[in-house]
């Protein structure tokens, strides 16, 4: 099994702020199975990426992601009122697993 | 424009089984994949199995082999997800999700709390 271990566990900041979370994996899984998640609460996720830095269909320009091997992170260049909720990254393919979460609250 | 709609919630004792349904529309049904998650309360999102919609393989997460059934229904275009011997653990949101490339999900149904108490 492969382990998705986010960072940080909480990210506090203000509207207009740049954020940065972070995605390791135990294993080397390459470049091309790596997607992002936005979850509010009470709601389904939401593909943000795939493929490390593929956007979704209508996901903001402001949402890029990029890695490879083992080290992949989500950056949102400036927050809006809406990007304030829980971030999920997971590793896609033959297995399945999801990280533990990135929770971005308003500072 | 896509929509998975699942069952409503239900309630269960322990060892009983629950099946919930996602009935998909908007889309050619046969032609993506169909996955489940679940989220227990304060967890992270767990994967329990997915289904090839067009040829109706399955593959299951090692933790719920034996207890999972992933089916599809494509007169109605609907897959179920059966779990039996349930227990309190079992207690969580259940998704079902559509594969939009080897296994990232583009659209998630409304999602359908499983609760599991005696």
């Known amino acids: 099994e492969i382990v998705l271990t986010q960072s940080p566990g909480t990210l506090s900041l203000s509207p207009g702020e740049r954020a940065t979370l972070s995605c390791g994996t135990s294993q080397d899984v390459g470049s091309d199975s790596l997607a992002w998640y936005q979850q509010r609460p009470g709601q389904a996720p939401r593909l943000l990426i795939y493929?490390?830095?593929t956007r979704a269909t209508g996901i903001p320009d402001r949402f890029s992601g990029w890695g490879s091997g083992t080290d992949f992170t989500l950056t949102i260049s400036r927050l809006e009122p809406e990007d304030f909720a829980l971030y999920y990254c997971q590793l896609h393919g033959p297995s399945l697993f999801f990280g533990g979460g990135t929770m971005v609250d308003i500072k | 424009q896509v929509q998975l709609v699942q069952s409503g919630a239900e309630v269960k004792k322990p060892g009983a089984s629950v099946k919930i349904s996602c009935k998909a529309s908007?889309?050619?049904?046969?032609?993506?994949?169909m996955h489940w998650v679940r989220q227990a309360p304060g967890q992270r999102l767990e994967w329990m199995g997915w289904i090839n919609v067009g040829n109706n393989n399955r593959k299951y997460s090692q933790k719920f082999q034996g207890r999972i059934t992933i089916s599809r229904d494509t007169s109605a275009n609907t897959i179920n997800m059966e779990l039996s011997s349930l227990r309190s653990e079992d207690t969580a949101v259940y998704y079902c999700?559509?594969?939009?490339?080897?296994?990232?999900?583009?659209?998630w149904g409304q999602g359908t709390l499983v609760t599991v108490s005696s």
């Open positions: 999700a559509r594969d939009l490339y080897s296994s990232s999900l583009d659209f």
């Open positions: 908007g889309y050619t049904f046969a032609r993506y994949a």
């Open positions: 493929r490390a830095s």
